[in-house]
Nanobody, 122 residues
């Protein structure tokens, strides 16, 4: 079964940047989309971005648009999330997810990473 393993994240001051990587256990070229989600303590999981199979279509939630960037490199089975200009309200656990269809609803992603903590604090 396909597994997604996330790495990166950590603690950063407001205004700083972090990166999260999502490595799949098998070739990802046929995964139609990779979604990124986050969940803060006591809040529901929020979709923040989605990228198509070849990176040609990318969407961002308004909460992160202009600050976060997603990309993917199917040659190394990896998707990336770059978090720039971080704010305390960005503090959350960040998840990657993969789907055989294009950017479905949160309940329709087939595979999920384990989650990576991002903490933004001075």
């Amino acid at each position: 079964q396909l597994q997604l393993v996330e790495s990166g994240g950590g603690l950063v001051q407001p205004g700083g940047s972090l990166s999260v990587s999502c490595v799949a256990s098998r070739n990802t070229v046929h995964l139609y989309s990779i979604g990124w989600f986050r969940q803060a303590p006591g809040k529901e999981r929020e979709g923040i971005s989605c990228i198509s199979s070849n990176g040609g279509r990318i969407t961002y939630a308004d909460s992160v648009k202009g600050r976060f960037t997603v990309s993917r490199d199917n040659a190394v089975n990896t998707a990336y999330l770059r978090l720039n200009d971080l704010r305390p309200e960005d503090t959350a656990t960040y998840y990657c997810a993969a789907s055989w269809t294009y950017c479905p609803g949160i309940n329709d992603y087939q595979y999920w990473g384990q989650g990576i903590q991002v903490t933004v604090a001075s």
